[in-house]
Every structure is written in structure tokens, then in C-alpha cells.
């Protein structure tokens, strides 16, 4: 069977969150690639995201809650694929408020999962995350290690890989991408993740500040991260059903990677470099070969050309008061509209 083939297999996919900081890149990669594609999501970071996309008669748009079964049944039926990114992002955000963290992450995935399968959703590609795996001190953490878990975010993780997959069946094929933090630029753009952060410190501000730094941290670059969303969605049923996938590109540690944002904005100006501690001992070397050998695909995009990017958007005013605007920062955001 062909790839086109295979597309032509999905008309409209549910993107489940489609408005936060992947799938801002990615909804508008689907519609580009000709696939219609419903989005529902609270637009906590903007209603006008997809303003150019509304006339292409690809795009319907859903506000509301993934808590709100009405509201997630109506939006799945007549989806055939749902790409599940829907969750309160990382740690910081999830401790703001454990209870809103479990309620909108663990508790509303089960009834999600069920409803997809009730109106014959054939594709269900879950974002989990590389974080599931807690301290590794192996050399390279693949997918069939034990997880260890340092949070209730990363918690909550493993148990909706757990509980998806229990669903699949021959009609109901279930996939879950284990993502490695993301970075680069995006039309929803995140400055609270740890290369964006330092990128945004070191253009704004002059100085980098590394927290810790040896701990190793896996990362991946936006638009590899969307690519790899499509490579699942468009591969044969056979080759991931039921299967996890690490996605990541190089591992560095947290000072190499300060130092890689100093040498590249240090072409345009002078920056230091301030080396603290941490409290935060997260560290894994993930491997990600599975993805490879197994569905052929391969990132295209460095670390490098993630902050190269964030600068280019930051010289051509794309990220305007980067260092204060909520938007570019979930606490912020979630503080500020007061989310229960």
C-alpha cells in the first residue's frame, strides 16, 4: 500500500488540545497535507490562532473542555483518526493545581478513550512523555524499560498509556508517542521550556542561567515533533499497533545546552553565563531509535535550528515582551483566566 493510499485512509482527525504549542504547527501542517481536521480545545492562549485556515473549508474549531463529555462526543463524531495532546503541560503548570491537573489529565482520558471507540475512531495517537522514565542512569532509555515517575504529571503519563492501550483491538489501532521536550518557534510559541527559556534569557536579557546542569535532557525540534505526529498517523496499521515510541532527537546536558544558546546568540551579542542549582534531578539519555528501524522516520532538525529560530522571531518582533507576556507561559496563563 501506498502512502497515498494510506492518507486517503483518514478524512477528518480530532486534534484533541490542536491549540497549544504543537498542535499550533501542527493543525496547519494537516491541513496543508489535505486532511480536514477538527480542533477542540479552550483557547486559553488565543482565539485567532488559526484565522487563516478558518475560509480553507478544512478547519472546524470546538471551544471547550475535554471534562465536558457532551461537548468531546459531539467533536468526535465523524473524526476517523484523534491525535490526543490535550493536558495541563509539564510539571510547574500541573503542581499549580494537582486537583485541576488530575481531573483534566488522568481522570477525563478513559471516557475520551471510550467515546472515540463508540463512534468507531480507527486511529488513537496519545502524547505521553519522555518524563515518564523518571532517573535513568543507562546509558540509552528505551521503550521497554520500567517506568519511574517522578511527579503526578509524569504519573498520570504512564497510566493513559496504560489505559489506551487496554482499548485496542483490530478495528481500534492505539499508538503513544513518548515526546522529548520540544523547542523552537511556533505561532502559539512557549517560553517555558528549557531551550526556549534559555534562548529567550540569552537575547533578552544578555545572560544565560543554567539550573543544575548535568542533569541530561532529551530534546526535539517543533517541527520534527509534527512530523513525527504524521509519520504515525500515515503508517500501516500493522507497525504500530500498540506500540510506544520514544521521539527525540540529541541528548545534552542542561549546561551543554546553555552553552550551545551562548556560542549562537553570542554571534549578536555578548552573553554570560550563570551556573546555579537545582532541585530538579529529572535526568535521561533517551534512545529513540525504535521509531527508526521501525517506521523509517528520522529527525531532519538540530537543537541549533530551534534557536536560530527563536531568534529569527524574536529579530522580526514575532514574540513581542517575551520576558513578561502570559501567553508565552502556562503558570501565567492559568493564574491569570483562573482555570477549575
Do not use: W
Request: net charge positive.
Amino acid at each position: 500500500m501506498s502512502k497515498n493510499q494510506i492518507c486517503k485512509n483518514f478524512i477528518k482527525i480530532l486534534v484533541a488540545g490542536g491549540a497549544g504549542y504543537v498542535g499550533s504547527k501542527l493543525v496547519p501542517a494537516l491541513i496543508n497535507k489535505g486532511y480536514d481536521v477538527k480542533v477542540l480545545d479552550l483557547y486559553m492562549y488565543g482565539k485567532d490562532l488559526f484565522q487563516e485556515y478558518r475560509s480553507s473549508g478544512k478547519l472546524s474549531e470546538v471551544v471547550g473542555d475535554i471534562r465536558d463529555l457532551k461537548l468531546v462526543e459531539e467533536a468526535i463524531k465523524g473524526c476517523d483518526t484523534v491525535i490526543h495532546l490535550a493536558c495541563i503541560s509539564n510539571d510547574p503548570s500541573f503542581e499549580l493545581n494537582p486537583k485541576l491537573g488530575k481531573s483534566i489529565n488522568l481522570d477525563a482520558f478513559e471516557p475520551f478513550v471510550k467515546l472515540a471507540k463508540k463512534h468507531k475512531v480507527q486511529r488513537f495517537i496519545y502524547a505521553s512523555s519522555s518524563s515518564v522514565y523518571g532517573v535513568k542512569k543507562e546509558l540509552n532509555v528505551t521503550e521497554d524499560m520500567t517506568l519511574e515517575p517522578l511527579t503526578d504529571y509524569s504519573r498520570f503519563k504512564a497510566d493513559c498509556e496504560k489505559i489506551l492501550l487496554k482499548y485496542k483491538d483490530d478495528n481500534f489501532i492505539c499508538t503513544v508517542l513518548r515526546p522529548s521536550t520540544v523547542c523552537g518557534y511556533a505561532p502559539r510559541q512557549r517560553l517555558d521550556l528549557v531551550v526556549n527559556i534559555l534562548t529567550n534569557l540569552a537575547y533578552n536579557t544578555g545572560k544565560v542561567k543554567v539550573m543544575g546542569g548535568d542533569q541530561m535532557r532529551p530534546n526535539i525540534h517543533i517541527d520534527d515533533m509534527v512530523r513525527a505526529y504524521i509519520h504515525v498517523l500515515e503508517a500501516p496499521k500493522n507497525l504500530i499497533q500498540g506500540e510506544i515510541f520514544n521521539v527525540g532527537y540529541h541528548n545534552h546536558t542542561v549546561l551543554a545546552l546553555g552553552e550551545m544558546i551562548k556560542k549562537i546568540v553570542g554571534k549578536k551579542k555578548n552573553i554570560e553565563m550563570e551556573v546555579v542549582p537545582s532541585n530538579d534531578n529529572r535526568s535521561y539519555h533517551v534512545n529513540s531509535d525504535k521509531i527508526s528501524k521501525k517506521l523509517g522516520f528520522t529527525p531532519k532538525f538540530t537543537i541549533e535550528n530551534a534557536i536560530e529560530d527563536l531568534i529569527d522571531a524574536f529579530e522580526k518582533g514575532k514574540l513581542p515582551n517575551s520576558l513578561d507576556d502570559k501567553r508565552y507561559f502556562n503558570i501565567a496563563t492559568m493564574k491569570a483566566i483562573n482555570l477549575e
